[in-house]
């Protein structure tokens, strides 16, 4: 398999968030991907867990079991939206310094 788009995050498997365990997460783009069977089909405590991993700034996605291993090509494009997404905007540069002081009434240079 090739490289996916976005390999400059990590993704940690079975990474740990708080009392979670989340399958992968990438810290430094706050998202976190669950990849859920049929059990997890109107699962109450996969809200609950949503909610909190929201609450505490993470991004949570989720794919079923079948769409990775059906369309994988799918599930990384989604994935890597979603960390272009949440891209801040690159800052403007900093204005450039003030001109210089001197060269009046009182200056070295002029004595």
């Given at each position: 398999m090739r490289q996916p788009p976005f390999k400059a995050h990590h993704f940690r498997r079975q990474a740990?968030?708080?009392?979670?365990?989340?399958?992968?997460?990438?810290h430094r783009a706050r998202i976190v991907i669950?990849?859920?069977?049929?059990?997890?089909?109107?699962?109450?405590?996969?809200?609950?867990?949503?909610?909190?991993?929201?609450?505490n700034g993470y991004r949570v996605?989720?794919?079923?079991?079948?769409?990775?291993?059906?369309?994988?090509s799918g599930v990384l494009s989604a994935i890597d939206a979603a960390i272009n997404a949440d891209r801040p905007p690159t800052?403007?540069?900093?204005?450039?310094?003030?001109?210089?002081?001197?060269g009046g009434e009182g200056s070295r240079a002029n004595a």
């Open positions: 740990t968030i708080g009392p979670y365990f989340a399958d992968f997460a990438t669950e990849v859920d069977g049929g059990q997890h089909s109107g699962s109450g405590s996969d809200e609950v867990r949503s909610r909190y991993l929201e609450a996605l989720r794919f079923w079991n079948n769409d990775v291993m059906a369309n994988l800052p403007p540069p900093p204005p450039p310094p003030p001109p210089a002081r001197g």
